[in-house]
């Protein structure tokens, strides 16, 4: 019966042999065999399906069918809930009308997504090993919403009312229920994401350059012509390569430093404390190279179909990163929370940023917490990442203003700041996101007293020892001095934008992680409760 009930949870069983071959959980391995097979139906799509040689309606089509094939064979019945969801939205667009449908679309969205996450979490196993069926439909959500925010600035809202991102992405038509679908449930982004905007979709499947970069340099770079058309081929392998070594580093090294071991009790009384410290980031590095396998196949899978294209650089060299998802060296390499936030999960970033902290009247930070924390998913040990990331959030911005202008005056000080930053940096994240690992609220409080919550201690006593000029001062520091005019006291447009600033300093920490928030490719070992 537990065979029965674990085979229905995860979707077809045609693997199994393959399951006990390599001992890996099943859904594991439909997982990534479903991948594999999106990355060579990519090739395949890009080369024969090609805008030159069918219509964006046959695209569309096939795009949609082979979605629904994997999230069905990963999934079993539980992705109807992706249909279900997509089409209950869809029909509250058309009935609402395009003034408020992003209100309701936001609402019930949401909503179906929390419910399915509190079920799964309470009412069928906590904490289990099985494909997340939940995790497709966080990548959903943000797309269904993000279709109806968009809708809203292009139909509803009158062109001085947006900024100049809302304007780029704003839908001037109300989508057909295909295109629809196909955005929500296209076979490259089904699985593990990532979002992209539905316009950037439309344009890739009906092959207009709507989001090619430096047109007015007329197909020029440096005196290098462009291809309206440049191959992904290299950009694919590159990641492949990255995906390939990501597994490897992941599958050798995960079994050696579980994170569980900072919660235990031997561990804990016989370690020195420079030791327990030294192992948590150990342990905590050993976890994202699986993130960085599912996030960078994902792309390489979009890459291959030939979506993703951002223009070219300053060499003429065509960019693949339109929706990419992290960027490896910037996240290592990290010397403050801000750099680790800014390259990790970037497309959900990008989606809280235009959904709810440019939209918000109030408090948008605060919101734009609550938005993310709903979003996550039913786990207590998410919301307490979220609450140590705002203490640790104000006490760097606190240390930033304060410490760092002593340290610019030569290369070597700053060099030594760099050190001290890129590791506190690193064990200010390991610290605060292990109960995002753990999940519950035991094992979580039980790892923080075994720290004395040293940090949480110490950066409230920052934040409020050093001072930080409050925000509206910051900002009138930073805008340049300018005469007013005539066309200036128009304040639509002022009002409409949000400073950089204030946004990448926002509190965003080890956001959506896809359906790998039940970690992929994680070896049998029990969850602690």
């Known amino acids: 019966m537990a065979t029965e009930t674990i085979s229905a949870c995860t979707g077809s069983d045609l693997l199994q042999p393959i399951s006990e071959i390599t001992n890996l959980p099943l859904d594991q391995v439909n997982f990534v065999v479903c991948q594999l097979c999106a990355l060579l139906t990519a090739v395949w799509f890009r080369l024969y399906l090609h805008p030159s040689k069918t219509s964006p309606f046959v695209r569309h089509v096939v795009a949609t069918l082979l979605g629904i094939y994997f999230a069905l064979f990963c999934f079993g019945w539980y992705a109807l ?15 609402t009308g395009v003034e408020h449908m992003h209100k309701y679309c936001l609402v019930v969205a949401l909503g179906y997504l929390s419910f399915c996450q509190i079920t799964r979490v309470y009412v069928f196993d906590y904490g289990m090993y099985s494909a997340d069926f939940t995790g497709p439909m966080m990548v959903i959500t943000q797309k269904i919403t993000s279709v109806a925010f968009e809708i809203h600035d ?7 009312q947006l900024n100049q991102g809302q304007k780029l992405l704003a839908i001037r038509r109300m989508p057909s229920l295909l295109e629809y679908f ?18 950037d979709y439309i344009a890739f499947i009906e092959g207009t350059p ?32 990255t995906c390939f070594i990501s597994l490897l580093v992941f599958l050798s090294v995960c079994k050696v430093c579980p994170v569980e071991r900072n ?12 030791a327990q410290v030294v192992y948590l980031y150990l342990s905590m590095l050993t976890t994202r190279p699986k993130y960085y396998f599912v996030w960078t196949l994902a792309d390489a899978i979009n890459n291959a179909a030939g979506f993703g294209f951002n223009g070219y ?21 990290a010397t403050s929370f801000k750099v680790f936030l800014d390259n990790w999960n970037i497309q959900t970033a990008h989606w809280l940023k235009r959904v709810c902290y440019e939209r918000c009247p109030y408090n948008p930070t605060a919101a734009t917490f609550l938005l993310s924390a709903m979003w996550h998913g039913a786990y207590p040990g998410y919301y307490l990442t979220f609450l140590t990331g705002i203490v640790i959030t104000l006490a760097a911005r606190a240390v930033r203003h304060n410490v760092r202008p002593y340290f610019m005056g030569s290369p070597t000080l700053k060099f030594v700041y760099d050190v001290i930053t890129w590791a506190a940096t690193q064990i200010a994240i390991c610290y605060t996101v292990i109960p995002f690992v753990l999940l519950s609220v035991g094992p979580s409080l039980k790892f923080y007293r075994s720290w004395y919550f040293c940090i949480h201690i110490g950066c409230i006593l920052l934040a409020i020892v050093l001072p930080v000029k409050p925000r509206h001062l910051r900002l009138k520091e930073q805008q340049p001095a300018v005469q007013p005019s005539l066309e200036s006291t128009d304040s639509n447009s002022t ?12 509190p965003i920490f080890y ?17 602690v409760r």
């Open 511 to 527: 956001t959506h992680t896809d359906w790998t928030d039940v970690p992929i490719l994680q070896p049998h070992m029990k969850r």
């Open 210 to 241: 709507y989001r090619h970069r430096d047109l007015e340099n007329k197909g020029k770079v440096n005196g290098k012509s462009r291809l309206n058309d440049p191959s992904p081929n290299t950009e694919v392998i590159r990641k492949l390569a």
């Open 154 to 160: 292009g139909m509803a809202r009158k062109e001085d």
């Open 263 to 274: 919660v235990d009790d031997d561990f804990i009384a016989t370690t020195p404390f420079y």
């Open 313 to 333: 650089d300053s060499n003429g060299l065509p960019r693949w990163d339109l929706i990419s998802n992290l960027r490896i060296m910037n996240i290592e390499l």
């Open 495 to 506: 009002r409409n934008k949000k400073p950089h600033e204030s946004w990448n300093t926002l």
């Open 182 to 199: 196909s955005y929500n449930c296209n076979f490259m982004g089904i699985l593990a994401g990532p979002t992209c905007s539905y316009n």
């Open 81 to 95: 809930h992706f249909l279900l969801q997509s089409g209950i939205t869809y029909g509250i667009m058309i009935l």
